[in-house]
């Protein structure tokens, strides 16, 4: 019978780009999707943007623009990004929904009314001194504060937890914190929270997280299960802070007025609310309770219905303790699954701006890269088990060329174009095709344990084999006699019944060379079945370009275009400062003017609301900025080498030339002049007005 299965990837959070990194994650679900629904299997892929939070509010105070604004265009940017690589989703939808407003109050009622052992109630309410920023005016969430680990003394951590010791704490145990919304210190102040205690579900956590399913598969990979019991479950559990104070971005609590669910209690809910959107809006078949049972459903008993969550291993602690402490606490299914994936390093490093490794989807497409090759290097990188995985920028080329264009592809450019039709009996191939059959269970098995590296590793054997017959054969000479016409059409036959079952078997990772090995062979290509028999007496359709070589060309060009050279400190040291004279001997002061000239040019006040890279310009940063009220100009700024990644130049003000002219460029009309200090390169220094300016006003 064939399983009906829930597939769910992390939310992406709604204030930053995709980049190869989230790629890991999605493009590992997709083929996993992928593979499931060609074993016949019923299978949903939900996801949706992780809209809610302080950065959001704050972000959209900066610009000048709502919260739905910014959420609409980030949707639509994420959404094209995922499209193009190949990750389909039946529905893409947003926590900030009313079916998710509605399905996390159906989950806080039953929160508030559940009791321990004991009878005190689960939900506990109490002040809580946190960390505040003063120039936001907003308490900050774990993430958007940074400092020293407490712990091994790590530099830049978040609030939560190390990534270097991966020790947890309160963001008021860093040392030297700084806000990540505006650089301030954060201050220390106090408001009213509500937790949900953890310490009531331990028993059921520590049971569950050893869980197997009705297959024996077990629930959490057995390093996450062991790393579980060994630090939070071997002790008891610390409560958990559901709740905000105003201001904040997010549902407000039903019953605690002024008071916000903190954006880890609505995003895992926003699974169940997408799914349930995608079956109101007809793109999942059934009813979301038929998807996501509850206590005395029905189905619900014999678990018939599988959830599977993929999810980094960075938000381990939220999907293995809260989100399965708040289904049982609703009586909601328990997943099945939580597949946790590593890291992704490039080069064998953390992702670097300066190095061009933190790369985005965009700019990799942008350098015209197909996104097969990525979709088919992480595959040959990802296991089961959570290790990090690195992107090695000379053997991704290196791979990609020898394996899917040296090895499939050349089954077909070497054979396809020397015969119009197969034979009608399957010739003697040595047991070629009868032993890559009787690999599909293998294949097949290690695709459905997420072990997709076993996976390629097999299809990539059964490929040098086949490779060894075309070149036994050499079916290019065979072409240049008339006599060996039949020998030459079973060689051919055989080569491409061969391509065809290999791109059967990498369907689930390079969907497009399945679906173009069906159209060249007018055979389908979409069952994992279909492996099991080759075609036979077929016309072939003209031989097109399958899949081009990998050009290092394009690999460098994205590093390059991904680069962000570090800017100059604002401040510099004591050790910095040299000869104040310096400067001024090297642009001697200009002419006298008269007053009445200097009144002419109106310098005012402005604050960038985005800042972006133009396209081919290697000096020029794209500033668009408000003088308040409805007044928006575009100004092109040569300060590209000292303010590398323009993002950190969002909401900060500056002094403009205002009533410039405005002066046509080749990349658009700059309407205004941004006004700076420095002789150039890295040297250049955007001037701010002092504290308390207001867009608009007038520098006298």
């Known amino acids: 019978m064939p399983r009906q299965i829930l597939v769910t990837a992390a939310l992406p959070y709604v204030n930053g780009h995709i980049h190869l990194g989230h790629l890991v994650e999605y493009i590992q679900a997709d083929i996993w999707v992928r593979f499931q629904r060609m074993r016949g299997n019923h299978v949903a892929f939900i996801c949706a943007d992780d809209t809610h939070g302080t ?4 972000r959209a105070r900066q610009e000048g623009r709502s919260e739905q604004q910014i959420m609409a265009e980030m949707s639509e940017a994420h959404q094209q990004d995922f499209a193009e690589f190949g990750v389909q989703f039946s529905y893409y939808g947003s926590t900030d929904s009313a079916s998710n407003k509605a399905l996390v109050g159906e989950i806080w009622s039953a929160l508030r009314a559940a009791k321990d052992a004991a009878g005190a109630a689960i939900v506990a309410e109490r002040d809580v001194t946190q960390l505040y920023d003063p120039k936001a005016g907003s308490f900050l969430a774990d993430r958007f504060v940074k400092g020293t680990c407490p712990k091994c003394k790590s ?17 008021t145990d860093l040392i030297d914190p700084v806000s990540t919304l505006s650089g301030a210190k954060p201050e220390l102040r106090s408001a009213k929270h509500y937790f949900v205690r953890l310490e009531p579900f331990r028993a ?61 209690v609505d995003a895992p809910v926003g699974y169940l609310a997408s799914l ?50 708040m289904l049982k606490a609703a009586g909601y299914k328990l997943p099945t699954q939580v597949h946790i994936h590593g890291f992704l390093t490039v080069d064998g490093e953390k992702m670097s ?26 595959a040959s990188k990802l296991n089961s088990k959570v290790e990090d995985i690195d992107l090695n920028l000379t053997e991704f080329a290196d791979k990609v060329n020898s394996d899917v264009v040296g090895k499939v592809v050349n089954l077909a450019s070497r054979t396809a174009k020397f015969v119009p039709t197969l034979t009608t009996t399957y010739p003697e191939d040595g047991g070629l095709f009868a032993t890559a059959a009787k690999e599909s269970d293998a294949i097949a098995e290690a695709f459905a344990s997420c072990d997709y590296n076993g996976a390629l590793r097999r299809i990539m054997a059964l490929a040098d084999r086949a490779n060894e017959f075309v070149e036994a054969r050499a079916p290019w000479a065979l072409k240049k006699d008339p006599a060996k016409a039949a020998e030459l059409a079973a060689t051919c036959t055989v080569s491409l019944n061969l391509f065809r079952q290999l791109c059967i078997y990498l369907a689930p990772v390079l969907p497009g060379l399945a679906q173009k090995a069906g159209e060249l062979l007018n055979a389908s290509c ?14 072939l359709a003209p031989f097109q370009h399958l899949v081009a070589r990998l050009d290092p060309v394009k690999v460098q060009a994205m590093v390059d275009a991904s680069k962000v050279e570090s ?18 001997s090297a642009e001697p002061l200009a002419g006298t003017i008269a007053f009445e000239d200097f009144a002419k040019v109106d310098l005012r006040v402005a604050r960038i609301i985005s800042a972006e890279e133009v396209p081919k310009a290697k000096k020029i940063l794209k500033l668009t ?44 009309t700059s309407e205004g002049m941004a006004i700076a200090a420095g002789p150039g390169g890295s040297e250049i220094f955007l001037l701010s007005p002092d504290s308390g300016a207001k867009p608009g006003q007038r520098i006298h």
């Not at 950065?55 to 704050?58: D, G, K, V, Y």
């Not at 978040?158 to 947890?168: E, F, I, L």
């Open 55 to 58: 950065a959001t509010m704050i």
């Open 155 to 171: 530099p830049d951590q978040y609030g939560d937890s190390c990534d270097k010791c991966a020790s947890t704490f309160s963001p």
């Open 204 to 264: 059921f956590l520590k049971e569950w997280t050893r869980s197997n399913g009705a297959d024996g598969t077990a629930t959490l990979q057995p390093e996450i299960a062991n790393w579980l019991h060994g630090t939070f479950l071997s002790d008891e559990l610390r409560d958990w802070d559901v709740s905000r104070p105003a201001p904040y971005f997010g549902f407000e609590i039903p019953d605690a007025p002024g008071n916000y669910f903190y954006v880890w």
């Open 276 to 325: 349930t959107d995608a079956c109101t809006a007809g793109k999942v078949a059934g009813t979301p309770r038929q998807w996501w049972p509850k206590t005395g459903d029905a189905g619900y008993a014999d678990q018939a219905v599988e959830v599977h969550h993929f999810i980094g291993k960075d938000i381990t602690y939220f999907h293995t303790l809260f989100w399965p402490a």
């Open 353 to 378: 701006k300066s190095k061009g490794t933190f790369i985005r989807a965009r700019t990799y497409l942008d350098a015209a890269l197909d996104p097969a090759y990525l979709r088919y290097y992480f």
């Open 526 to 539: 979409s069952s994992w079945n279909d492996a099991a028999k080759p075609v036979l007496g077929i016309t």
């Open 567 to 584: 800017p100059a400190p604002a401040t510099p040291t004591p050790a910095a400062v040299v000869d104040d004279g310096a400067a001024l």
């Open 625 to 668: 900025v408000t003088l308040g009220s409805d007044d928006r100009r575009t100004v092109f700024a040569g300060i590209k080498s000292a303010y590398g990644d323009p993002t950190k130049l969002v909401g900060r003000l500056i002094v403009i030339v205002a009533n410039l002219a405005a002066k046509p460029m080749s990349f658009g």
